[in-house]
């Protein structure tokens, strides 16, 4: 394996993709090779590593439940099949899990709930909460209610999203094929395979070429707009060829795949994306808290003593001292009303003043960058 090859096994947060044509075939549900991959994960998991799934699967279960066929289906039978489809597809995930001890959760989000910084910061939460919880997230677009503008409309370009959601250092895209060439293999006998890609060029971009497969719906041009989401969110990516038995252990053990290389770590590229936001608001704390910040915590609705700007949930704010010095920047996880309402009051309050159940931090840590060299506000 190449030095600069990402190991695999060594994975903190891994997103596996799993494409359609890989999980369904003419017969039906490939049940052997779902447990194989379950077992797989459970390797993983054993190992300390946090994983989440994307996975195509519940149309092409659907479809053959309806009788519907082969084809491309008008959205509304899409729709029905995903409906039909979805629920056999949580249900085998969930059976494949269960001698392991590993509880599943379904997750289906669409292109508005990664686009919009409110949903963006339900959708994090969500999956961090499951995460702690040892839960193995099994996502999915939508379908049954996303319409064409609203739609990913492919799981590679997804799973990116997924990755750099959560923060995760590698993303695998199991397909059927076994990583990216510099023409098509099938009919360019010249063609060479690419191990590592260490920089996504316009020479590398235009190898993207369509689907090689009926069920599938992403081919390498979505994989390689994959792969420029996830390497700018420091996030390493791999294209395997995924039929195997096992595919996760195959990949680690050295079969043929191509890995992109990320920009950076996940975290470095979060900040970076904090950071270049213009804020909407600022938020000036008391001495105590701006103490707490600088020990890497985050901002309770205690230590705030003054709020000024319009912003909403998961809008960019500005965090001051009580000099004008500028502490750090950060994403808000109330609106300027609400966090007016909490301003000086201890965590435990913010429910009854707002009277509903609200989140401990006004701007939590993970959602935040500090500033070295503090401007003036």
């Not at 023409?183 to 360019?188: E, F, L, M």
Request: proline fraction near 4%.
């Amino acid at each position: 394996m190449d030095a600069l090859t990402p190991d695999l096994s060594r994975a903190r947060r891994l997103v596996v993709k799993i494409g359609s044509a890989l999980l369904v075939d003419d017969g039906g549900l490939r049940a052997d090779w779902l447990r194989a991959l379950c077992d797989d994960v459970a390797l993983w998991r054993g190992r300390g590593t946090d994983v989440v799934l994307v996975s195509s699967g519940s149309i092409a279960l659907g479809r053959r439940v309806l009788g519907l066929p082969a084809a491309a289906l008008p959205l509304e039978q899409a729709q029905a099949a995903a409906a039909v489809g979805q629920i056999r597809l949580a249900r085998a995930y969930e059976e494949a899990f269960a001698p392991h001890g590993i509880s599943t959760a379904q997750v289906l989000v669409t292109l508005e709930d990664t686009a919009d910084r409110r949903r963006y910061l339900n959708s994090r939460a969500t999956m961090e909460t499951l995460l702690g919880f040892g839960v193995v997230p099994i996502v999915n677009e939508n379908d049954t209610v996303a319409t064409d503008e609203i739609r990913y409309g492919d799981n590679d370009r997804l799973a990116a999203q997924i990755a750099v959601t959560i923060g995760a250092d590698q993303l695998l895209l199991l397909s059927d094929v076994d990583g990216l060439y510099t023409a098509n293999p099938k009919t360019d006998p010249g063609a060479r395979h690419l191990a590592v890609i260490a920089h996504l060029t316009p020479e590398i971009e235009a190898m993207g070429g369509d689907p090689v497969s009926g069920l599938s719906k992403g081919g390498m041009k979505t994989k390689l707009m994959a792969a420029r989401s996830a390497v700018a969110g420091g996030c390493a990516m791999a294209i395997a060829e995924g039929s195997v038995m096992a595919p996760l252990s195959a990949v680690a053990g050295g079969a043929r795949a191509s890995w992109f290389l990320p920009d950076g770590d996940p975290q470095a590229a979060r900040k970076r994306w904090i950071f270049a936001m213009k804020p909407r608001g600022r938020i000036t704390v008391d001495t105590g808290a701006a103490k707490a910040l600088g020990e890497g915590r985050s901002l309770l609705p205690a230590g705030v003593s003054a709020i000024s700007g319009a912003f909403g949930r998961g809008d960019p704010v500005e965090i001051c001292d009580v000099s004008g010095a500028t502490l750090a920047r950060g994403l808000a996880r109330y609106t300027r009303a609400e966090a007016d309402l909490i301003r000086g009051h201890r965590s435990a309050e913010i429910a009854q003043i707002l009277g509903y159940e609200g989140r401990a931090a006004l701007v939590h840590r993970d959602d935040m960058v500090m500033l070295s060299a503090a401007p003036q506000c």
